[in-house]
């Protein structure tokens, strides 16, 4: 009591104007400062009931600008850089599809951890092929993506494809969480809100979607459209309820400059995981085409199905996506072995 | 250059080397990742696991036997691991020096000066080496070497990485994370009530390393046994072991910062007994002993339990080549390194799932991390430093080879919820388990039925030239047309049955047109039916390895869970013949 400091208020009574007048400056400047700042973050409304985001429409129409007058090509052989560089030099050689200084993506199946030759995944021969012309054709970059079921990395790695994307100088996008943003597809039921990996086309002029031949018992098959379900983030599976209806509606989610589908060897039973070799079986083909529902009809056929037997890629014609009837396209045919 | 420069330059390049084998402890391909980094060396030169697996099991494992190159060094020149090497250690002492700055010297000298209780670490080690003798390793949870490894790996890395993504793209999961965060910050928090209060207290490799320099010709002493008051030897002490007066080998750290200070130089390292005299080890007392034996007691009742056998818990997976229940603890150091390497992120330190003596062993967690078990990953059993996860190779993981006739390592095995199905429960398609089933021919296979949906009954219709038009609007949320429905006239056999193929107008097509008569021969109705494989669980293939859980768009309680049953490790758990 006898250590207060001595420019301390009195203890008791008498209380000076001038203190008390600050004091009431204090309270009255924090009661205001309180008032005001309710005021800006005042919510009459409430939270509602989901976090809305301003969403997407699209992947974007990647389609050739002037494309050549061959529209498909099926290549018959077992080489498959050879039958790449032939099935594009139908279609008029990737000049058509990739001028100086493009940015590439090619859309990968790189869905499990498996080895190449269990045929799960995108061959990487296939893929530095295609990686290949589009550096001969002038790109300045080419990127590969998908967004696996397994680990990405292992998938990857174990696959082959990050050793073909080292020694062609592309680059893999692994899907990191900031590449995903919300999309709804106008018109569509179930891309409504939902996370795809839309970072990845960020500065990308042309896409390519590389794929394996696969059999599917759920969708029927899994090819290029199926493969586009890699774009899609997270908890996707619930649209395995309506496969045909995802896959449809993934199918205009962007027009693809060109696929290739790669049905060398077709994985025939025990898909889309495979996992032994006699799943497989030697199809020697390769689909080169600007339109994902034709390829998509070749490899129902080497597969051994019917269209019928695999409902989506009529409904993705219906939907504008391209055509379900391939020949329609006059396909050139080529065989490497000849 | 001066010996204490040298020490902390040693204690700085084996901190740095701890982390960055941390760092390369990431399954990959870059020259920082896992090529040959020897992730497991400072774990593997620690002693107290050597001679805790060799009391459990009997034999020394392959590169523990690193071990005896610090044994050797102790037995010469004493505790040099402790103020040399040991990374924990170096944490501890700098904190303890940073808790410290400004003090003044007495009390240093109070905080330095000898306890009673530095001998707890000696019953703490009594107690766990009898305990492994019994079988069961519980070291590694006291050890500071496996502690340092799962509280940088499992907590302080991915707290650091998560939102950088240098090691990691995904973020890593560790259940519990928090709790190792705990316990090490809490470790480090004690330094500030008194220096290396672990090292001093609690750490039994400590221990074990007093014991071990009982008879070191060379040690630390005092040259002549006059001497000042001054006490400058103790303001540094790191291991608390008075080395003013009659100096507790045991105790001593070689931190030489008495050594080092001594203003008479009357400290030295040397083959003479020192002068003031030499105690070896803190004095134990009975009181001490009899803790350590009841703890003991208790600890044997941790059989009584069955947890290995009978008792087991259905929700324990084991890493892929984990030994039976038994050998298993006989072995695992809970050091962490197989949950830092998955690649899936899914072994997980466990709480309880093993029992209170399988704390912080490796549980497989499905929920969590990026997908299954991979089929082709067989990183975890390779980097553990004990085999308690045996290092596998892939044709025996995939029962190739050699292995044929024994088959795949299997993990447990996955049964199917009816009640969360959707196709059992729910009537609608789904088959994601079957899809992601790695195994060939898979291990889950679907029968096909076609049931009726709940709005879809004798629904009155009327065919229109190619097409069939429903009187009453269908409700929207089921997307007729998705190829997965199918119609039939009220009352046909399965045959009857005609795929929804598409819509023109109002009229269903479908992929064979009905007929006037057909559809009058059933009343005018028809059904909506829906076509749905539901999958089956072959047990006799299934390796447990969680992709159908990881994958099941049933997302909180899966609808296909895997459980221990029919493990490859465990003879209890075997349930086909």
Redesign the interface.
Known sequence: MSSRPKDAAPETGDITRRDFLKRVGYASALALAAGGLSYVLYDAKGPPPSEGQKALTGLGDYAAKAPGAAKMAIVRGTDRALMVERGVKALGGMEVFVQKGDRVLLKVNAA????ASLGATTHPETLAAVAGLCFKAGAAQVLITDNP??????CF??SGM?QAARSSGSRII????ALFAPLSLPGG?LIQQWPVMAGVFQGVTKVMVISPVKD???AGASLTLKNLYGFLGG?R??F??????IITELAQLLKPTLCVLDGTVTMM????????L??LKDTGTMVVSTDPVAADAVGVELLGRTL?EV??I??AA?AGAGVADYQALKPVLLDTKA | MRIVTVRRLSQIFFLALFLWFCVTATLGAHWWQLRGWPINWILELDPLTALATVLATGTLYKNLAWALVTIALTLFVGRFFCGFACPLGAINQFTGWLGRLGKGTEGRVEANGHRRAQAVKYYLLLFLLALALMGSVQTGIFDPLPLIHRSVNLALAPLADNPLGVLSDAPRSYVSAWLLGFLFLGIVGLNLVLPRFFCRFVCPLGALFGLLSRFTPWRLGKTTDRCGDCRICEHYCEGACRPSGKIIGGECVLCFNCMDRCPADRLTFATKPSAAGEAGLPDLSRRGFVVAGTGLLLTSMWGIGGLAGANRNPHLIRPPGALDEERFLARCLRCGQCMRICPGNIIQPALLEAGIEGLWTPAVNYRLGMSGCLPNCIACGQVCPTAAIRPLSLEEKQGLGEFAHQGPIRMGTAFVDRGRCLPWAMDRPCLVCHELCPVSPKAIFTRTVFETIREGEGLPARVQGQTVVLEAAFPAHTNLISGDFYLRPRGAPDAGLRRITGLAGVGLILERPLTGEELAAAGGKVDIVVRLLRPFVDAARCTGCGMCEHECPVSGLRAIRVYSENESRSRPGRMLI
């Open positions: 499990f951890a498996t080895p079921i397994n680990n990405p990395d292992s790695e174990i990050a692994p899907p990191r969480g039921r599917h018992q759920r908890r599976n619930v395995h309820q309506d496969i045909n209806g039973t025990n898909g889309p995981t495979g996992g032994s006699s799943d019928g409902p989506y009529q409904m219906q």
